[in-house]
């Protein structure tokens, strides 16, 4: 297997922990698409920083696979446990600051990527507030200010 795969139990853990959320929880088409618009909009960033350089990976190219994926689960959470970090942008742009970068910093010690030198991490820090507050616009402009889930539709 490639270095893109990296590590095909985490790509299979990472969709069995997501089919688990949509079993628990079925999603409305409302939060699919802001799932998937939070997911493209993070991959992007990430491909970015990438390409610059500030940030690296096995792969030969672009983002792998399996970190993708991490993309995926991530913002499957934004609309359900982190509902109250996207109702306060405040809160998302410091989260994301703070946040984001600790999650890459967790990652370098896992060998799992590299962040090229505290440029790599303020880099980091600013892409994610950044990125946060976006989010968290997208989801203030949804209906009624709230992500319905199928069960709670009246």
Not at 117 to 142: D, E, H, N, P
């Amino acid at each position: 297997m490639s270095a893109y795969w990296h590590d095909y139990r985490a790509i299979i853990a990472n969709f069995i922990i997501l089919l688990w959320l949509y079993y628990a929880e079925p999603w409305s088409k409302l939060r699919i698409k802001f799932t998937l618009i939070a997911t493209s909009i993070g991959i992007a960033s990430d491909s970015l920083l990438a390409y610059l350089g500030l940030i690296s990976f096995d792969s030969s190219w672009g983002l792998p696979f399996w970190f993708m994926s991490l993309w995926l689960l991530f913002a499957s959470t934004l609309s359900v446990s982190l509902s109250w970090m996207m109702r306060n942008r405040i809160f998302a742009l410091f989260g994301g600051a703070i946040f984001g970068p600790l999650a890459y910093f967790a990652g370098v010690q896992f060998d799992a990527l590299v962040v090229n030198g505290w440029q790599g991490f303020l880099a980091l820090s600013v892409s994610w507030a950044i990125l946060m507050v976006i989010f968290s616009t997208i989801y203030s402009r949804k209906p009624v200010n709230r992500m319905y889930l199928k069960s709670e539709v009246r």
